[in-house]
C-alpha cells in the first residue's frame, strides 16, 4: 500500500486531520523549482503586438466555441477582459507610463497551484512538465479553486445545466505530450511567447533585461510571485527611466499598470491555510481532554456537594433526634410515659410530613 | 547629376584645390591646417591615462585622440562636457586612480559610465559613452540601435583608443605623468586627425533591389521587400553623420543590422539559415523564422516611428492568399 | 403538571398537520414562497446555476454561500454552545432550553447541506471529496466536519423523532436509551466538530489575500468566526426563543415557560463578555496589522459602522440588559448581533471581497438567488413547525418525564 492510498483510506474514515497536517508539513518544505525540468513560458510584452493570434490558436486547438467577434477584431483588447471557461486565454491592452502594452492573460502555472490547494476532490495536478491540469471527472463544481486563484484564471461553466466544469489553460498538456508547442506559442508571429525549460527562461528573461539596460523593468514576474509560475513576464520599462535597481518595490507601480500584483509574496498561496490546518490535529487532541475535564469536574462538584448536603442534613436529622429525645424525656418526667409516647408521635409526624413537603419541591426544582 | 552645370563647377572646383595643394601644402607645420574652433581651444589634443602612482614602463591604455573641433560644433554648452564649469581638461581632476577634486571618480569612469545618476541640482555630468549612447536614440538612429547594441570589444574600444603611430615612448611617459607640452600634444593630435578617413560603405546600389520572402508564404502571399529602397533611405539619414562615420567602421557594418551574427560580408547568408521555421530544440530561445522576420522590420519601424504599417495590418506587407483547395 | 392543552400526539393520531395547514396569513405567505422556490429549484436544476445566479468568474461564490453557507452554519452554533453550557458545564437550569437548540441547529446544519446542493455544479458528486481526499483543502476539513457534525446532530437530535413514533414503534425506545446514555459523548464530539468548522469557514479565505480587504483580512480569521459562532450561537437561541415566544406559545410547558427567562439573561450575560472578546481581538488585529490608513477609507468607515454598531453596540446592550434582568433588551440585543454576524459574513464573503475590482465587475445576488435563501430559510421554519407540533421539543413527553439526565 503506498502512501497516498494510505492517506485516502484514512481520510474517507475521517481520521485525516493529523496526517493530513503530516503531509502539508511535507509540502512546505518544497525548494524551487517545483520540478526541476519542468517546461514554461515566458511572456515578453514589449514584443507583443496584441494580433490575437495566440487567441485564435487556442480557440482552434481547444475546440472552443467560437467567439461572438472574429479575431480579427482587435479593439476588444481595449476593454479589460479576463479568462473564461471558453476563452482560455485573452490579449489586454495596457496604459503602461502612457503607452499602450499587450499582456496576453493565461493560467500561470504555479509551481505549486493555489487551486489544487484548494481543491477538495484532488482535481488540480501540478504535472511534472510543468502544467497544472484539471480532471473534470470528479470535480464537484465547488468553486472554491477560482477564490483561491490569485490571477482570476479559472472560468467556471454557469451556462451548462448539467456538466458544469471549471475550466481553464491547459498549456495545452496533450500537445505537450505529442511533442508539439503549445498552440499560442506557435502561433505567435513575434516569438513574444518563449517556450523552454523554466530554469533556462530565467536566465533567458536575466540575460535579456541585463543586456538591453533600460528596456525592461527590473523584475521577472512569477520568478518568485505566489511561490513561483511557470509562465513568466516581462514588462517594459519606462522609456527615459533611470536604469532600474534590483528592487521590487520600485518595480511593483510598473507592473501594477499591467494588471500584475507584485503583492502576492513568494511563497505558495496554499501555505497561508496550513497554519490553520495545522491547528486541527492539536483541537482534536485537546477539546475532549478539555471538555471531558469540565465535565469531569462538574460531575465532581455536584458529587461532593450532595455528600455534603448529606452531611449537614444528617447532622440536622440528628440534631432533630435529639433534641426530640431530650424533650421526650423531660415529658416523661414531668407528665408522665403516656404523655411522652403521645408527643413522640406527634413529633415523628410532624418531621415527615416536613421533609417529604422539601423533598416534593426539591424535586420540581431539578427539572 | 544630371545637371551639366554642377559639374562644371565641381570640376572648377576641384582644379582649384589642386592649385591650392600644389602652391601652399607642403608647408612645414601640418597642425596648422585643423579649422581652429570658436573656443579658442585646441582643435584636437591627446587625452591621456594621466595617473599619479609612479610608472616609470609607461604602461597603459592607448590615448585617445579627441577632436575638440567636432564635438564643440555639435554640443550647445560647454558645460555638458566641462560640467563644473570650469574648461579645464578632463585629467585635471579625473585621474587614473581617482582624486579629491573629482570626487575619487576615476578618469575610466568619467569617460566611461552609464549609470550617472541624476543630479538634483546642477549640472549632470556625462561621459563619452552616455552621450554618444543618447545620440543613438535619435531616430535616425534608433531604427537599428534598438535592434543591436554594438558589441563592447576591442574593435569598439579601438575606435577612440587609437594612439598616435607618430608619438616616442618618452612621449607616451611625459603624457602619463600629465607633463607632455601643449605643443606637443597638439601636434601629435592633429597628425592623428588629419589622418582620419571616412569609410567607403556599401550602399544600396551594390545590394539587391527586391527581395522576395516566399520561405514562408502560408495563409499569407510572399513578402515583396524593397531592399534597395529600405538601405538608400537608411544611409541616406546618417551621410552627414560624424559619430555614425566614426563608428561605421566596415563598408558593410549598416548591412550587419538585419544581417547579424554572421561574418560581414556584402553577401550575407539567408535568415533562414539559422532561423528555423519551427523552434530548434537546441537553441528554443532562437527566435523562429517567421518572428525574426516579424521582429526585426516591426521593431527598427517601431524604433525609428514609422507610421505604417501598422503591427498588426497584416496585409500592408503580404497579401491575404486566397483560400486555396487541399490538393 | 398543566400542559395547557398541548397536543401530544397519540398512538391513534400519530399526525397533527391542522396548524400548518389552517389558512392563516402566515401560512399562506410560506405556500407562496414554497411554490416559487420550487419553481426557480426547477429551473436551477435544468437550466444551469448562470441561469437563475449574478455569479461569475470572479466571484464564484455569492449569497448561497455568504448567506446559507457561512451564515447558516455560525447561526446553528446554538446547539453545541447550548449542550456545552447544559452537560459540561453543568448548568442543569438550561435544560429545557438544550432541545430546541439541538432541533434548531440540526435543521440548520440540515438546509445548508441542501442550499449547498443548489450552489454546487455537480451535487450528486458531493461525497466524491471522501473517495479523492484534497486534504490541502480547507473546504475538505470543513465538508469533512459538517458532514460528521451533521451525523452528531441527526443523533442528539433523534431522541424527540423517538419520544414522538415510540407509541406506534416501541423498539426504537432502545435506541433512544442508548442515545441518551452517549450524550455527553457526543457533546464533546460535537463542540470539538464545530471548533473545527466554525474557525474553518474563516480559514476559507486565508487562501486570498489579495481579493480580501484588509480590514477583514487576517491570519487569525479562523478565530474570529469561531468567537463570533460562540456569540451568534448564544444569540440565536435568544433570538429563536423570541419568536418561538409569538409563534408557538402553546407548545411550551411550563418549565419551558419558567426557564426561559433565566436562559435568555444568562446567555446574554456570556453573549456579551464574548461580544466584548471579539470586539478586543478584531481591534488589536486592526491595530496589528497597521490598518489605522485603510479606516479613513470607504471601507474603513464600514468596518467602523461593523464593528461599532454590530459588535460593541450590542455587548453593550446585552451587558445592560443582563445586569437589569430586562428580557426585551436582550432579545432586541439578540437580533442586533445575529444582524451583525450576518453582515461580517457578507463582508467577508462579498462586499470586501474582491474589493480591488471596478464596480461594474462586483457582485450583486440576483433576485432569484435571494428567493433560493428564503426559500430555504422557509423550509427550515417550516419544518420546525411541523417538529414543534408533533415532537416533544418545547415540552417534556409525559411519559418521558421522570427520567433524570
Redesign the interface.
Known amino acids: 500500500m503506498n502512501r497516498r492510498k494510505f492517506l485516502t483510506i484514512l481520510g474517507s474514515a475521517g481520521v485525516v486531520s493529523a496526517l493530513g497536517t503530516a503531509k502539508v508539513a511535507e509540502a512546505g518544505m518544497h525548494t524551487f523549482p517545483y520540478y526541476a525540468d519542468s517546461y514554461g513560458v515566458l511572456h515578453d510584452t514589449t514584443r507583443c503586438i496584441g494580433c490575437r493570434r495566440c487567441e485564435e490558436a487556442c480557440n482552434k486547438v481547444n475546440n472552443l466555441p467560437k467567439p461572438e467577434k472574429p479575431f480579427t477584431d482587435l479593439s476588444v483588447t481595449a476593454t479589460r477582459r479576463r479568462t473564461t471557461a471558453y476563452e482560455w486565454t485573452v490579449v489586454n491592452k495596457y496604459e503602461m507610463n502612457g503607452k499602450p502594452v499587450f499582456r496576453k492573460l493565461q493560467c500561470f502555472h504555479c509551481n505549486d497551484p493555489a487551486c489544487a490547494s484548494a481543491c477538495f476532490a484532488k482535481c488540480f495536478q501540478k504535472q511534472p512538465d510543468g502544467s497544472v491540469t484539471y480532471d473534470g471527472s470528479q470535480c464537484v463544481g465547488c468553486r472554491y479553486c477560482m477564490v483561491a486563484c490569485p490571477f482570476y484564471v479559472p472560468g467556471f461553466q454557469y451556462d451548462e445545466a448539467f456538466d458544469p466544469l471549471v475550466q481553464k489553460c491547459t498549456f495545452c498538456e496533450p500537445r505537450l505530450k505529442e511533442g508539439k508547442l503549445p498552440g499560442c506559442v506557435e502561433a505567435c508571429p513575434v516569438d513574444a511567447l518563449t517556450f523552454g525549460r523554466r530554469s533556462d527562461l530565467i536566465k533567458v528573461a536575466r540575460a535579456r533585461i541585463a543586456d538591453n539596460p533600460g528596456k525592461y523593468v527590473n523584475y521577472v514576474y512569477g520568478e518568485f510571485d505566489a511561490g513561483g509560475t511557470a509562465w513568466m513576464v516581462l514588462a517594459p520599462a519606462a522609456e527615459g527611466a533611470p536604469v532600474p535597481a534590483d528592487s521590487p518595490a520600485q518595480a511593483a507601480p510598473d507592473l501594477k499598470q499591467l494588471g500584475l500584483n507584485t503583492h502576492l509574496g513568494n511563497r505558495p498561496m496554499g501555505e497561508l491555510t496550513y497554519g490553520a490546518l495545522g491547528a486541527v490535529p492539536m483541537i482534536v487532541a485537546f477539546w475532549p481532554v478539555l471538555f471531558g475535564g469540565a465535565y469531569a469536574m462538574t460531575k465532581r462538584r455536584e458529587a461532593i456537594s450532595k455528600l455534603e448536603q448529606e452531611k449537614v442534613l444528617k447532622e440536622a436529622r440528628e440534631d432533630v433526634a435529639a433534641a426530640v429525645d431530650a424533650a421526650v424525656r423531660k415529658i416523661e418526667e414531668t407528665e408522665g410515659e403516656g404523655a411522652a409516647e403521645r408527643a413522640r408521635r406527634a413529633m415523628t409526624e410532624a418531621l415527615k410530613a416536613r421533609e417529604a413537603e422539601a423533598a416534593c419541591s426539591k424535586h420540581g426544582e431539578d427539572k | 547629376m544630371r545637371n551639366g552645370t554642377t559639374l562644371l563647377l565641381l570640376a572648377a572646383m576641384a582644379l582649384a584645390g589642386a592649385a591650392c595643394l600644389t602652391a601652399w601644402g607642403a608647408g612645414p607645420v601640418v597642425a596648422a591646417s585643423l579649422e581652429p574652433t570658436d573656443s579658442g581651444a585646441p582643435s584636437a589634443m591627446v587625452i591621456f591615462p594621466v595617473g599619479e602612482k609612479p610608472n616609470p614602463k609607461g604602461v597603459g591604455m592607448k590615448p585617445v585622440v579627441f577632436n575638440h573641433l567636432i564635438h564643440e560644433k555639435k554640443i550647445e554648452d560647454c558645460v555638458t562636457c566641462h560640467h563644473t564649469g570650469d574648461p579645464v581638461s578632463c585629467t585635471t581632476c579625473h585621474t587614473v586612480e581617482g582624486k579629491a577634486e573629482g570626487n575619487f571618480v576615476t578618469l575610466e569612469r568619467a569617460m566611461h559610465a552609464?549609470?550617472i545618476?541624476?543630479r538634483d541640482k546642477g549640472n549632470t555630468p556625462q561621459s563619452c559613452v552616455s552621450c554618444h549612447e543618447q545620440q543613438l536614440r535619435q531616430r535616425q538612429c534608433a531604427g537599428c540601435h534598438a535592434l543591436v547594441?554594438p558589441a563592447r570589444n576591442a574593435a569598439w574600444c579601438a575606435v577612440c583608443h587609437t594612439g598616435a603611430p607618430s608619438m616616442s615612448s618618452q612621449q607616451m611617459q611625459q603624457g602619463m605623468a600629465g607633463k607632455l607640452p601643449q605643443a606637443q600634444n597638439e601636434a601629435l593630435a592633429a597628425e592623428v586627425a588629419l589622418a582620419k578617413k571616412p569609410v567607403e560603405y556599401l550602399t544600396g546600389l551594390q545590394a539587391p533591389y527586391k527581395v522576395v520572402i516566399d520561405a514562408l508564404a502560408e495563409q499569407y502571399e510572399p513578402s515583396v521587400f524593397t531592399h534597395r529602397r529600405h538601405v538608400s533611405s537608411l544611409m541616406e539619414r546618417i551621410s552627414d553623420d560624424k559619430l555614425a562615420q566614426a563608428f561605421h567602421t566596415r563598408p558593410e557594418t549598416l548591412c550587419s543590422t538585419c544581417h547579424h551574427n554572421s561574418p560581414l560580408s556584402a553577401t550575407p547568408p539567408k535568415c533562414g539559415n539559422c532561423h528555423t521555421t519551427n523552434?530548434d530544440p537546441k537553441n528554443?530561445?532562437r527566435?523562429?523564422l517567421?518572428?525574426?522576420y516579424?521582429?526585426q522590420c516591426?521593431g527598427c519601424h517601431k524604433a525609428m516611428k514609422v507610421g505604417r504599417p501598422l503591427?498588426?495590418d497584416?496585409t500592408t506587407c503580404h497579401k491575404q492568399r486566397a483560400p486555396q483547395r487541399a490538393d | 403538571m398543566e400542559n395547557h392543552g398541548i397536543v401530544i400526539p397519540t398512538r391513534d393520531k400519530l399526525f397533527n398537520l391542522d396548524p400548518l395547514l389552517r389558512r392563516t396569513p402566515g401560512n399562506i405567505l410560506t405556500w407562496i414562497i414554497l411554490s416559487v422556490g420550487l419553481i426557480i429549484t426547477i429551473i436551477r436544476f435544468t437550466q444551469g446555476i448562470g441561469s437563475v445566479t449574478n455569479l461569475d468568474d470572479n466571484q464564484p461564490w455569492g449569497l448561497w454561500i455568504g448567506f446559507d453557507l457561512l451564515c447558516g452554519v455560525c447561526l446553528a452554533a446554538g446547539g453545541y454552545f447550548t449542550t456545552v453550557a447544559c452537560y459540561v458545564m453543568g448548568m442543569k437550569h438550561f435544560h429545557s432550553a438544550v432541545r430546541p437548540a439541538v432541533t434548531t441547529a440540526f435543521l440548520g446544519y440540515g438546509f445548508v447541506v441542501v442550499a449547498l446542493l443548489y450552489d454546487l455544479g455537480h451535487p450528486l458528486r458531493l461525497p466524491y471529496m471522501f473517495f479523492f481526499p484534497g486534504t490541502t483543502s480547507v473546504l475538505f476539513e470543513v465538508g469533512l466536519c459538517v458532514a460528521t457534525y451533521v451525523t452528531v446532530l441527526f443523533i442528539e437530535f433523534s431522541v424527540a423523532p423517538m419520544e414522538w413514533l415510540a407509541q406506534k414503534f416501541p423498539w426504537l425506545l432502545k435506541w433512544r436509551k442508548l442515545v441518551i446514555r452517549c450524550t455527553i459523548l457526543l457533546t464533546i464530539f460535537g463542540v470539538t466538530l464545530s471548533t473545527l468548522h466554525q474557525s474553518s469557514l474563516g480559514s476559507l479565505y486565508l487562501i486570498a489575500p489579495e481579493k480580501l480587504h484588509p480590514l477583514w483580512y487576517s491570519p487569525f480569521m479562523p478565530m474570529f468566526f469561531f468567537v463570533s459562532s460562540m456569540a451568534a450561537g448564544a444569540s440565536m437561541v435568544i433570538f429563536e426563543g423570541m419568536f418561538a415566544h409569538k409563534g408557538v406559545h402553546e407548545y411550551m410547558d411550563a418549565t419551558h415557560l419558567r426557564e426561559a427567562d433565566g436562559v435568555v439573561l444568562s446567555f446574554a450575560r456570556a453573549a456579551s463578555f464574548i461580544l466584548f472578546a471579539y470586539f478586543m481581538l478584531k481591534l488589536i488585529d486592526m491595530l496589528v496589522q497597521a490598518n489605522i490608513p485603510y479606516l479613513f477609507t470607504g471601507y474603513g468607515a464600514w468596518w467602523l459602522v461593523e464593528m461599532l454598531f454590530f459588535v460593541l453596540m450590542p455587548a453593550l446592550l446585552y451587558a445592560k440588559g443582563a445586569r437589569d434582568g430586562n428580557v426585551s433588551l436582550c432579545r432586541f440585543a439578540s437580533a442586533n448581533t445575529v444582524l451583525g454576524i450576518v453582515l461580517n459574513r457578507f463582508n467577508v464573503s462579498m462586499i470586501a471581497f474582491n474589493y480591488n475590482l471596478p464596480s461594474a465587475e462586483r457582485y450583486f445576488p440576483s433576485i432569484w438567488e435571494i428567493c433560493i435563501s428564503m426559500f430555504v430559510v422557509t423550509m427550515i421554519v417550516t419544518v420546525y413547525r411541523f417538529i414543534v407540533y408533533h415532537m416533544p421539543v418545547l415540552y417534556e413527553h409525559p411519559d418521558f418525564k421522570d427520567e433524570a439526565h
Open positions: 552609464t549609470d545618476a541624476r547594441k523552434i528554443p530561445t527566435p523562429t517567421k518572428a525574426a516579424h521582429l516591426m503591427n498588426t497584416c
